[in-house]
């Protein structure tokens, strides 16, 4: 029972264009979703959350939309940078829960 | 503010041993969550540790056992072990349990490969 599905393995974007991230859910129940960006031999590494009342939380280069009617949401990067070249997972979280539940991840490739 | 750091960061084991992993979790964190991550994967939650008790657990059996310390520092365990069990065991630190949206910190894992 996948409740979190990131639908593309990878994705390629020329360097200073917007890269846009996917993620669908099944668990209407979710509080929070969250994007972690994971390097080789690294941990994840938390970089943008969304609470389930809102559709739309921006920081910096990275904005992340929520539509709970499609039980979708999205990563955008923009502008991409060659740093921004990781395995981007969606995750979301119950409240009151501390389980995190993984997509399977992205793998962006920001080509110079 | 120190970070999660596992150890040991690679490990190989025959079928049917059993194996630890350790993990200290971040400053001013008491709760330790551990996740097994396949390859191609996504992390799946094993099972989390509060106050040095099991508090939730994924659709993972028995032999996959845990423990926290007074320090909060946490181990892994996992007896009897099976060729799929390879995978890359990451430790997570949060905060207590209660507060709005958890803030974990995962360590850099543990790459587990079992021959």
């Known amino acids: 029972d996948q409740q979190v599905k990131q639908n593309s393995p990878s994705l390629s974007v020329q360097e200073g264009r917007i890269s846009i991230l996917n993620c669908d859910y099944t668990n209407s129940m979710f509080d929070y979703f969250l994007w972690y960006k994971k390097y080789p031999a690294e941990g994840p590494t938390f970089l943008i959350s969304i609470s389930s009342i809102k559709d739309k939380n921006e920081d910096g280069r990275f904005t992340v939309f929520l539509n709970k009617s499609a039980k979708h949401l999205s990563l955008h990067i923009v502008p991409s940078q060659p740093g921004d070249s990781a395995v981007y997972f969606c995750a979301a979280i119950g409240a009151g829960d501390q389980k995190l539940v993984f997509g399977q991840g992205t793998r962006l490739t920001i080509n110079p | 503010e120190t970070g999660v750091t596992q150890s040991p960061t690679h490990l190989i084991k025959t079928r049917g041993q059993q194996v630890t992993l350790r993990c200290s979790s971040q400053?001013?964190?008491?709760?330790v969550s551990w996740y097994q991550q396949a390859l191609g994967q996504g992390p799946q939650f094993i099972f989390q540790?509060?106050?040095?008790?099991?508090?939730g657990r994924g659709n993972f059996p028995p032999r996959f056992s845990g423990l926290q310390f007074p320090n909060y520092s946490s181990e892994l365990n996992v007896n009897a072990l099976e060729l799929d069990d390879s995978a890359l065991y990451l430790c997570a630190s949060s905060r207590s349990i209660g507060t709005d949206l958890p803030s974990h910190t995962f360590g850099s894992g543990t790459r587990l490969t079992v021959v």
């Open positions: 400053s001013g964190h008491n709760t």
């Open positions: 540790y509060y106050r040095e008790e099991e508090n």
